[in-house]
């Protein structure tokens, strides 16, 4: 499995996410209320996490376990498993891989 490039298709999305966001507030007629915070704070929560998974990606691996730090281990393999989760959102996008999905 190739956790990098989870990573990059999730911080792929999420940039598309986040232009769409400003683009509806671009063309949304003056005085009328757009409510996109929680969904500005939602993308930002969850480029939180992909990041913190991009520190030790590489541990989230079968042999992970093996490296001698059990925590960063466990660490990243929790992480990872969050970012599956996120990640399980853009899963009808035809560059999603059946590999990423959570379960």
């Given at each position: 499995m190739d956790n990098g490039e989870l990573i990059r298709f999730l911080?792929?999305?999420?940039?598309?996410?986040?232009h769409h966001v400003v683009y509806v507030q671009a063309v949304n007629p003056p005085g009328q209320p757009v409510l996109l915070e929680s969904t500005v704070d939602a993308l930002d929560m969850i480029r939180t996490v992909v990041d913190?998974?991009?520190?030790?990606?590489?541990?989230?691996?079968?042999?992970?376990a093996g490296s001698g730090?059990?925590?960063a281990a466990g660490r990243a393999a929790g992480l990872g498993q969050?970012?599956?989760?996120?990640?399980?959102?853009?899963?009808?996008?035809?560059?999603?891989r059946a590999e990423w999905r959570p379960w």
């Amino acid at each position: 499995m190739d956790n990098g490039e989870l990573i990059r298709f999730l911080r792929a999305k999420l940039d598309a996410d986040e232009h769409h966001v400003v683009y509806v507030q671009a063309v949304n007629p003056p005085g009328q209320p757009v409510l996109l915070e929680s969904t500005v704070d939602a993308l930002d929560m969850i480029r939180t996490v992909v990041d913190l998974y991009a520190e030790v990606e590489h541990l989230d691996t079968p042999e992970g376990a093996g490296s001698g730090d059990a925590y960063a281990a466990g660490r990243a393999a929790g992480l990872g498993q969050a970012v599956r989760r996120l990640a399980a959102i853009y899963h009808e996008d035809p560059a999603f891989r059946a590999e990423w999905r959570p379960w």
